[in-house]
């Protein structure tokens, strides 16, 4: 299993539509999460960052269920301008020093 | 702070050059990492420093690729010899603490081995 898995997509999703991501990650030790944001050949940005149940943000959510090992990024009322890359990360590494990137999600919101 | 800084933005070099990219991290910032991103493996960790120390490597694809730290402020990550297969985009990060706090991505270097 891979450390931190996501869904490629593309979630193709209309102006105001509701979206989720998903992701699975296999270090249980792992206490906190993250998810970024990257735009086409731009560098990963800092979204939501994830310590406990779940946080949010606005019209996004994260939640974060340990029992089951994910991760979701939940986008409502999306915009034209949320569409990007939306990367999981997930510490590993001894000490959880280590940020691991899932491979992303690819979302595009079309008018 | 202007945030990671890395030079070039790109970089076109023939098979069998030497490439070097540099990296300056985020002033107070102990961990420094190098990661490499394509779109058949996404973003892969190549190596990563705490407090200018080379702490795993085990990324670093081959001894073609070397990366030092000889301070705090600065970095370089060197391939010699390039090859095609190299292409792809390099960015340095940096953070406060490691894994567990925010990391902070330089604009990234864009390199295409032809």
């Known amino acids: 299993r891979k450390e931190v898995e996501q869904d490629p997509g593309p979630f193709n999703v209309p102006e105001g539509a509701t979206v989720a991501f998903n992701c699975t990650y296999s270090?249980?030790?792992?206490?906190?999460f993250f998810w970024y944001r990257q735009d086409c050949r731009k560098e990963p940005k800092l979204l939501m960052s994830?310590?406990?149940s779940g946080n949010e943000d606005g019209r996004f959510t994260a939640q974060l269920n340990r029992a089951s090992q994910y991760i979701s990024l939940l986008i409502r009322d999306s915009k034209l301008s949320d569409s990007a890359t939306y990367l999981c990360?997930?510490?590993?590494?001894?000490?959880?020093?280590?940020?691991?990137f899932g491979r992303g999600t690819s979302l595009i919101v079309h008018p | 702070d202007a945030g990671v800084i890395q030079s070039p933005r790109h970089e076109v070099t023939e098979m069998g050059q030497e490439v070097t990219l540099r990296c300056k991290p985020i002033s107070g910032h102990d961990y420094l990492f190098w990661y490499r991103q394509t779109m058949m493996r996404g973003l892969e960790l190549l190596i990563y420093?705490?407090?200018?120390?080379?702490?795993?490597d085990s990324g670093m694809p081959e001894d073609r690729f070397s990366a030092k730290m000889p301070n705090a402020s600065f970095s370089t990550l060197k391939i010699q010899p390039s090859e095609p297969r190299d292409s792809a985009v390099y960015f340095c990060?940096?953070?406060?603490?490691?894994?567990?706090?925010?990391?902070?991505f330089g604009q990234g270097t864009r390199l295409t081995v032809v």
């Open positions: 994830v310590y406990s």
């Open positions: 990060a940096s953070s406060p603490t490691g894994g567990n706090t925010e990391a902070f």
């Open positions: 270090n249980s030790a792992s206490q906190s």
């Open positions: 420093f705490n407090n200018n120390v080379p702490i795993d």
């Open positions: 990360v997930v510490p590993q590494g001894g000490g959880s020093y280590i940020p691991t």
